[in-house]
């Protein structure tokens, strides 16, 4: 196979990793991986006893893996801000941030702070996450910042004036327009990290369509996969694109995913996004935004 696959994954021994939502999908299996090549692993979930029982499960594939568990809910910003300070007091080192919890397509909800849980927890957690942790990935010689997307991003058209659905509501149209911010805010992230000369790498993937518990909400996702499964990524597959941005040779400001089936499945490279994730003017006015409602500021870049 060519592209970037799990056996392309080097030895990560000495280096810290922190994944969102690590005990299930996509993120188990990173964390599965970078275990087994001798990473420290923190499982940042919103259940201890599902983090735990993942972390059970790893330990007798990989027994001694390096693994802790932070409390993180994304639907909570208080929450972010605690999962930060555990990490930046109590970690000697983190080398990768791995943002890689989400919800898709839900029934209308908000965050405790009432933002549209979408919104709230794809794009706002990830965003006050990452500035919190930035300076923590500044101490190390290859601080990096992942960032799943998806290609529903390209479906995306963020409403300025509704961001948080109160006027409106589509399930499907709001996760796009989540997973479209994810990529802006990964935009103008690199653009800062580089004029600031900062050593942290902004980077993004996507996983194409995968099987994981990501899609319970919806229908149509869940019919998907006993008709078309065969060109579609498992939860271990579609961990490639994460494995290859957090550990791999790459490019600063790069977008990685499944490179065969139009970027459904297959081992990972550089993915396309469209224009509307390299607006810089909509990046900039996302991140505006975005640090006014979570009164994280990025000090420094």
Same mark, same amino acid.
């Given at each position: 196979?060519?592209?970037?696959?799990?056996?392309?994954?080097?030895?990560?021994?000495? @280096?810290?990793?922190?994944?969102?939502?690590?005990?299930?999908?996509?993120?188990?299996?990173?964390?599965?991986?970078?275990?087994?090549?001798?990473?420290?692993?923190?499982?940042?979930?919103?259940?201890?006893? @599902?983090?735990?029982?993942?972390?059970?499960?790893?330990?007798?594939?990989?027994?001694?893996?390096?693994?802790?568990?932070?409390?993180?809910?994304?639907?909570?910003?208080?929450?972010?801000?605690?999962?930060?300070?555990?990490?930046?007091?109590?970690?000697?080192?983190?080398?990768?941030?791995?943002?890689?919890?989400?919800?898709?397509?839900?029934?209308?909800?908000?965050?405790?702070?009432?933002?549209?849980?979408?919104?709230?927890?794809?794009?706002?957690?990830?965003?006050?996450?990452?500035?919190?942790?930035?300076? @923590?990935?500044?101490?190390?010689?290859?601080?990096?910042?992942?960032?799943?997307?998806?290609? %529903?991003?390209?479906?995306?058209?963020?409403?300025?004036?509704?961001?948080?659905?109160?006027?409106?509501?589509?399930?499907?149209?709001?996760?796009?327009?989540? @997973?479209?911010?994810?990529?802006?805010?990964?935009?103008?992230?690199?653009?800062?990290?580089?004029?600031?000369?900062?050593?942290?790498?902004?980077?993004?993937?996507?996983?194409?369509?995968?099987?994981?518990?990501?899609?319970?909400?919806?229908?149509?996702?869940?019919?998907?996969?006993?008709? %078309?499964?065969?060109?579609?990524?498992?939860?271990?597959?579609?961990?490639?694109?994460?494995?290859?941005?957090?550990?791999? %040779?790459?490019?600063?400001?790069?977008?990685?995913?499944?490179?065969?089936?139009?970027?459904?499945?297959?081992?990972?490279?550089?993915?396309?996004?469209?224009?509307?994730?390299?607006?810089?003017?909509? %990046?900039?006015?996302?991140?505006?935004?975005?640090?006014?409602?979570?009164?994280?500021?990025?000090?420094?870049?």
């Amino acid at each position: 196979m060519t592209g970037f696959t799990a056996a392309d994954v080097t030895g990560q021994a000495g @280096k810290c990793f922190l994944v969102s939502g690590a005990n299930t999908g996509l993120g188990f299996e990173v964390t599965r991986v970078l275990a087994a090549r001798g990473a420290r692993v923190l499982l940042a979930c919103r259940s201890e006893d @599902k983090a735990r029982l993942a972390m059970e499960h790893i330990r007798m594939e990989v027994p001694g893996a390096n693994l802790a568990f932070v409390p993180l809910d994304q639907a909570d910003l208080a929450s972010v801000r605690e999962c930060a300070g555990i990490v930046a007091r109590d970690e000697p080192r983190l080398d990768v941030l791995v943002n890689n919890a989400g919800v898709m397509v839900p029934p209308l909800e908000r965050t405790v702070q009432g933002h549209e849980l979408q919104f709230g927890v794809n794009h706002l957690a990830v965003f006050a996450l990452t500035g919190l942790l930035l300076p @923590k990935l500044a101490e190390v010689q290859d601080g990096r910042v992942v960032i799943t997307a998806s290609l %529903a991003h390209r479906r995306g058209r963020i409403d300025w004036d509704d961001l948080d659905a109160h006027r409106s509501y589509s399930r499907s149209k709001r996760y796009g327009d989540s @997973k479209l911010m994810n990529l802006l805010h990964m935009y103008e992230l690199d653009r800062r990290l580089r004029a600031a000369g900062s050593p942290v790498t902004a980077l993004a993937c996507h996983p194409g369509v995968a099987s994981t518990e990501l899609g319970r909400h919806s229908l149509a996702f869940r019919a998907l996969f006993p008709i %078309a499964g065969w060109v579609l990524n498992s939860a271990e597959d579609g961990a490639w694109p994460t494995l290859q941005a957090a550990t791999g %040779a790459v490019e600063p400001g790069q977008y990685y995913g499944p490179q065969r089936f139009g970027e459904l499945s297959g081992p990972s490279g550089v993915a396309r996004r469209r224009a509307s994730a390299t607006d810089p003017d909509a %990046a900039r006015r996302l991140w505006e935004i975005s640090a006014a409602m979570t009164g994280v500021d990025y000090a420094g870049i």
